[in-house]
Every structure is written in C-alpha cells, then in structure tokens.
C-alpha cells in the first residue's frame, strides 16, 4: 500500500484556562489521507475543525499526538525558518477570508510573486513566467493581477490566495472554510476551479467546512467532529445520504429543503 501523504494519530489540543480545567478543543483525532484524495472535516463552529487545521500547517502545537506529512513527523511547527519552509511547501492553508489574509497594499502578482521568491530561486524572467501561469490557472486577467485586494471581488480575493498556496507546488491543500465568505454562484465558480485543479495537479484536499453541499461537491471521503472528537466517518455519499450517528443525522436534517422559508419570531413572543 503506499504511504498517506497524511496521517494523524490520537491529535489533542487543550488551551488553559486559568483557575480552570484546559478546554480540549480536539480530542483523539486520527485520520489518513492518500495522495490525490479529497478528505472533508465537518462540523459545527466550535467543534474543533479549525484548530484541527492549523495544527495540520503548523499555526498550533497539539497537546499530544503525532502528525505526519509525506511521511516525515511534523507534530510540533519548526523551530528554524528553513524547518517551517519545508512544510510549507508540503501544505498550504487557504482562509476562509481573503481579504484578511492578503497584504492590502501589494497587487496581487506581487502577493504571489513574494511567495516564489520565499520559496525558489527563481530568476526574475522565471518568476514573471511563473506567476503568469499561475494567475491564468485561477482565472485572474492580467488587470485582476495588477489590482491592489480593494479592488477586487471575494471571488477573485480568494482566486489570489488559492494561486498563492498552489504557487509552492504543495502536495496537500487545507481548505478552511474557503468558500464560506462568498456567495452562492461564486462559491460554485471556485469549487469547480478546486475542482478541476485537483484533476490537473498531484494534489490532495482537506476540505474544513460546515456547509455539507460543499462537502459534497468536492470530497471523496469525511469525518463530522462534535466537541472536538470524531463522531462518524465514511465515504462522503455515506455520511450524507445514511448518516448513523444522532449528531450527523441532526446535521442534515439542519440542511434547509426546496420550498423551505425562513420565519419571523414574533416580537413578545417567546419559544
């Protein structure tokens, strides 16, 4: 069998609170992800995805537990710039909001040129070359990529951010809840660009989110976390259409239906 490009064993992440017990925000987490695999992390806010994701790149320290990328151990983030550069160029983490993850007073070629620069020494030629295609691969016109993040759209901010982590070639994308600022015909034009991204690179997704239409649209297999355990795992179509745990049942009953409206509360009226 070959080795998982990813794989998690018994990950624990408590915060301290003081005069407290920790808040244990991810509690015996394991999972594998294969090479070329679209593995989806759902839950609600607060059930301990997001935490579950930075600790993936390397943003958090677990507690316990041991994380390995293409095989090497990655449990704790780097200590020297050149350990956190070569995880970085294995795993790249795309926010959820563009705009606060852009530099507001770069255009964006220069956003994703300062990341080949970062990572390759590239001459300026092959830079400019590299960040052309790069841009072209997210749909970005050369206007787009001259313009400062103000000046363009959520869709295109976040065209930028997927152009910059792709721009190190990394073998596993963290997708946080990438499409959760946009609206829903957007949301549709960068999945279908994840999509076909994912057909054309040697790339594997993590794919953190609450929405399970996007989850469907785009991984092959997930697991639901609730206060921060694994509560069920399967194949996507499982999860989804014969979920077996109470909390993922509640999830997808949650899912509004075709002629669904949303009620009022009336005023002085309580539940």
Known sequence: MPEPVVAVEDLRKEFPVPGAPGLVA???????????????VIGESGSGKTTLARMLVGLETPTAGRIEIDGEDRSRPGRRARERLERGRRIQLVFQNPYSSLDRRQPARACIAEMLDLHFGLSPDERDARVREL????????????????????????????????????????????????????????????????????ISYIVVSHDLAVVRQI?????????????????????????????????????????????????????
């Open 26 to 40: 991810v509690d015996d987490v394991s999972f594998e992800l294969e090479r070329g695999e679209s593995l989806a």
């Open 135 to 202: 841009c072209e691969q997210v749909g970005l016109d050369e206007r787009q990529a001259g313009a400062l993040p103000r000046a363009l759209s959520g869709g295109q901010r976040q065209r930028v951010a997927i152009a910059r982590a792709l721009a190190v070639r990394p073998q596993v994308l963290v997708l946080d809840e990438a499409v959760a600022s946009l609206d829903v015909s957007i949301q549709a034009q960068i999945l279908n660009l994840l999509a076909d991204i994912r057909a054309q690179e040697d």
């Open 219 to 271: 991984s092959d297999k997930g697991f639901v976390m609730e206060h921060g355990r694994v509560v069920e795992r399967g194949s996507t179509v499982d999860l989804l259409d014969a979920p077996q745990h109470p909390y993922t049942q509640l999830l997808r009953r949650s899912v509004p239906g075709p002629g669904w409206t949303p009620q009022r509360r009336q005023r002085g009226v309580h539940a």
